[in-house]
């Protein structure tokens, strides 16, 4: 099939690859020419495991390729996804400005029959303003569909080569042919394309990311209160997530989640409700407590250090908002270095990814290390944000002589404490016992 990708930020240029790599032909559209060019000479904008092989591939093989003009990119196309960004208002409502401006260029320049994806998370009853806008100008038919994407950020390729599930929303026959054959080769393995109307697909996205974002924040008012009373959150967590009513995943406590996705996601259905007439008294604590969990850390720190961290140097281990990204939006590390910076303390930061992108955002103001160890170099104390594969099974040894104190804050819960006493650091983690240096 031809297809058109609109917008080639994370989900559209995942989107549009991965396509390419069961045949399609896919030109992705973008207005910023620089970033065209690049893409154009082999060069991925973003960092996600895998998704270099499959992009340089499918471009050498002429089923990938990239512009700048809109109207020559969906002249043949038979399916246009819109992939355009939904940022939060100052209201916390999704920005549609982007998809309903696209929407209108398309209603003047398609000539045939088109489906048009929203690809992007978007509020109900955002596919009838897409529809109403396309049909402000359109003089041929055309389908609005909504199918929402399900790509975890360090896995979204096989998120989308191989999806647990794919939900379309629309009440077109037409439409509901032509994307069952798209999406075959994905699900030959029997995972289902479920579909449904266009309001209940949109919905669907929010509900699933608002409760997975509620799920990881009731973990982590459990580990709070295990702090208050003695218990362990890890062996409350096993406890809770052998009930298989349950599951065993998103238990995991720590220092509150970011992302591009759960808390513009959450922000955006609360809003929706206000709209609605609906109070999600659920998502508004749920936002509450996660912005609270995100500097956890700090009274912890400041408890050890009696309240005075001014002139320490603190080594800071992970920047990005999860690891196998280097996406740093709504990331705790950044919160933490705030208030670190604030308390009159110093930073060296190391993160495999994400530093380019934080010194982009915060210039001098800490140092940027070459390593993990080199981060830790004459540093007081260290804190983890992150919970990359590569900070999980460290050299202690070198850590101890790297380390003035051997004191680590760990808001992601690395290590065992038996390890921690074995080793003698001061650790002080999220909903467990404090280990405390001999």
Sequence with gaps: MKIAVVGTGYVGLVTGTCLAETGNGVICVDIDKNKVEKMKNGIVPIYEPHLDVIFERNIKQNRLSFTTDLESAVKDATIIFLALPTPPGEDGSADLSYVIEVAEQLGKIITDYKVIIDKSTVPVGTAEKVHAAVAKNAKVDFDIVSNPEFLREGFAVDDFLKPDRVVIGTTSTRAKDLLTELYKPYVRQGNPIIFMDEKSAELTKY???????????????????????????????????????????????????????????????????????????ILESVMKVNQDQKTALIPKILEHYNGDIKGKKIALWGLAFKPDTDDIREAPALYLIEELLAAGATISAYDPEAMSNVQELVGNKINFALSAYDACKDADFLVIATEWSVFRTPDFSKLKEKLNDLVIFDGRNLYDLPMMEKENFTYVSIGRNKVTAK
């Design 207 to 281: 509900a699933a990311n608002a409760f997975l974002a509620t799920k990881i924040t009731f973990m982590n008012e459990i580990a709070n209160f295990c702090e208050k009373v003695g218990a362990d959150v890890d062996a409350v967590r096993v406890g809770i997530g052998s009930d298989t009513r349950i599951g065993k995943r998103f238990l995991f406590p720590g220092i509150g989640y970011g992302g591009s996705c759960f808390p513009k996601d959450v922000q955006a259905l609360a809003k929706s409700g206000i709209e609605a007439g609906y109070d999600f008294k």
